[in-house]
């Protein structure tokens, strides 16, 4: 795998790199990418736990100074995400699963959480986009955990160096951020079409705890979801989970 050089910052453990990128906002350039190989706690969206094993896995954070919408961050690390997926395992079928996922199938190989960071009289400077992407981790060890999840290695047959994995990913980083600086709606518009349960029908836990059915409209330019009611009526969640069964797909 010929990798080349993209703006990395890699630390053999920290707590989160979401978390260091926060705290190292003011000297950290645009553009950086923080990596671990191993993070003692690691973050989800919601407040979970994510699990983050030594040297298998990706865990990184871009540090986004350029002014956009902040949902876009997320998109950014998303799409890189979804274009490594494809590079690895191109017959995975991986897709961009709202609002921050990336699954194969109906589990889950990458979650992204993304965070403000820095205030100058009272505006945002900066957004952290953190994704957590399972590439070696074995299958056994994934279906210990709470929700179904998946590695690229299980889904191919096979392992990486994760040191090139890694190289690699801050490259597809770096290049997805470059559209994010050059043409946010072209890259709104590329990040939308990768949504694939947009038009179809499911369930969706909203953050406030309620269960909704209906069919996935649009997704909004602030990035909500637009749910479809059976009755006519729509509603515009910015949060929650959405359920993915193999009928969805």
């Given amino acids: 795998m010929s990798v080349p050089r993209a703006p990395m910052l890699f630390l053999p453990e920290t707590d989160s790199t979401n978390t260091y990128a926060v705290n190292h906002i003011d000297v950290l350039p645009d553009g950086m990418l923080v990596v671990a190989g191993r993070q003692t ?124 994995v890694r190289a690699r990913f801050a490259e597809l980083a770096a290049e997805v951020y470059d559209v994010y600086r050059s043409d946010q709606s072209g890259l709104f518009a590329w990040w939308k079409k990768e949504n694939r349960l947009i038009g179809r029908e499911l369930e969706f836990d909203a953050a406030d705890g309620r269960t909704f059915a209906g069919r996935f409209a649009d997704i909004t330019d602030e990035g909500e979801m637009v749910l479809a009611f059976a009755d006519g009526s729509r509603r515009v969640f910015n949060c929650g989970d959405v359920r993915i069964r193999r009928e969805s797909l």
Avoid: H, M
């Fill in 41 to 164: 706690a690691g973050r989800g969206r919601r407040g979970r736990v994510w699990f983050s094993p030594d040297g298998l896995n990706i865990y990184a954070t871009l540090v986004v100074k350029t002014p956009g919408k902040p949902f876009l961050a997320g998109a950014v690390v998303g799409l890189a995400g979804l274009r490594l997926a494809r590079e690895l395992a191109p017959d995975a079928e991986a897709f961009l699963k709202w609002p921050n996922d990336i699954y194969l199938g109906t589990r889950k190989l990458a979650g992204i959480l993304c965070e403000g960071a820095g205030l100058r009289g009272g505006v945002l400077t900066g957004v952290v986009a953190g994704i957590g992407i399972n590439i070696n981790q074995d299958q056994a060890a994934l279906d210990a955990l709470d929700r179904p999840a998946v590695s690229l290695a299980a889904a191919a047959g096979r392992t990486w160096d994760i040191g090139e």
